[in-house]
């Protein structure tokens, strides 16, 4: 669960609240379709806290909630090893 904040301010205070009630907490910049303002993007706090209580302190601080789910990256898997000489089909060696 995301809460999404404008205000530094906000953000902030809402993230020393989370850690202080002991919840893992990671305060970032979200960059939205079609901003290119860097000092106008919003403030975007990623935590392990219930839902209601992110809800509590998204209402206290004139945020809101981003239910959107956010992908992790897949893995980069390693390619398979191409052959060292053509295939033969139809003659035999």
Same mark, same amino acid.
């Given at each position: 669960?995301?809460?999404?904040?404008?205000?530094?301010?906000? +953000?902030?205070?809402? @993230?020393?609240?989370?850690? +202080?009630?002991?919840?893992?907490?990671?305060?970032? &910049? *979200?960059?939205?379709?079609?901003?290119?303002?860097? @000092?106008?993007?919003?403030?975007?706090?990623?935590?392990? +806290? #219930?839902?209601?209580v992110? @809800?509590?302190? *998204?209402?206290?601080?004139?945020?809101?909630?981003?239910? @959107?789910v956010?992908?992790?990256?897949? #893995? *980069?898997?390693?390619?398979?090893?191409?052959?060292?000489?053509?295939?033969? &089909?139809?003659?035999?060696?």
């Amino acid at each position: 669960m995301r809460g999404i904040f404008f205000d530094e301010e906000s +953000a902030r205070g809402a @993230e020393r609240k989370l850690v +202080a009630d002991g919840y893992q907490v990671e305060l970032t &910049r *979200v960059r939205f379709a079609g901003e290119d303002d860097d @000092e106008g993007h919003p403030w975007a706090i990623t935590t392990d +806290a #219930p839902e209601i209580v992110l @809800e509590l302190l *998204v209402d206290r601080y004139d945020g809101w909630l981003d239910d @959107e789910v956010v992908e992790t990256p897949r #893995p *980069v898997l390693a390619p398979e090893p191409l052959p060292d000489a053509p295939r033969r &089909r139809h003659r035999p060696d």
